[in-house]
């Protein structure tokens, strides 16, 4: 029988010196006692904060360094209704919408603390329907942007050429993320009225949700200031 070395790695030293990096690496994780599902998506919304950050900045240096005078929002972004215009309507309709949703998730996300499924799941659709319609009012401010006013990314009859870039990539980043919102919510709705967390009891996933969610809404809020505002 041949004896083992004191020096020689055994099975159970190198498990243990596994569990010891990833205690390690989930040093922050266990010191605040946060479940691995939302760490992942606070990781995930602190890089979308830095490219939204990033996108946001990129314009305002963009709209300050141009010569060309910037084109009026009150007047681009005005939809006309019995025959009068009404400036910026339609981005004021988008964000109550927007801004409701935010308010119909909380109470789901409540509802899901109190293991009430169908209230739940029920809140999660609406939420995503509300997220549905302001992308859809979001393609028809497109469609009008580029239809009727000639806005293009590269130009536009109203100003300066950069109006255009700026507008169709934030905003059509932010609306990724709200499609994304809507496809991931509806899922989840799915999967809480199907019953699949009842066993556990565990609804966290909705929580989860919500803090993407939130996000999307808080995101709107700083282009609807940036854009439409300013």
């Not at 988008?94 to 308010?103: A, V, W």
Request: proline letters at 4%; a neutral charge.
């Amino acid at each position: 029988m041949s004896a083992i070395s004191p020096t020689e790695p055994t099975t159970a030293a190198a498990a243990t010196g596994w569990r010891s990096l990833v205690d390690d690496w989930s040093g922050d994780r266990q010191a605040f006692q946060v479940p691995w599902g939302k760490a992942m998506m606070w990781i995930f919304l602190l890089s979308d904060i830095f490219v939204f950050s990033c996108f946001l900045t990129g314009y305002m240096s963009v709209r300050l360094a141009t010569t060309e005078p910037w084109p009026n929002p009150s007047e681009v972004f005005a939809l006309t209704v019995g025959g009068h215009s009404i400036p910026l309507i339609l981005i004021a309709i988008m964000t109550f919408i927007l801004i409701t949703s935010s308010g119909t998730m909380a109470m789901a996300v409540n509802f899901a603390y109190r293991r009430d499924r169908v209230r739940t799941g029920v809140l999660m659709i609406v939420t995503a329907l509300f997220g549905a319609s302001f992308v859809g009012m979001q393609a028809l401010e497109w469609t009008k942007l580029i239809v009727h006013e000639g806005v293009r990314p590269w130009g536009n009859p109203m100003g300066a050429a950069q109006f255009g870039s700026t507008f169709f990539m934030i905003t059509g980043f932010h609306g990724l993320h709200v499609t994304a919102g809507v496809i991931y919510l509806l899922t989840v709705a799915s999967r809480v009225l199907a019953g699949r967390y009842e066993k556990s009891g565990n609804y966290q996933i909705v929580e989860i949700a919500g803090l993407y969610w939130h996000f999307v809404d808080l995101v709107w809020v700083f282009i609807f200031a940036l854009f439409y505002l300013w």
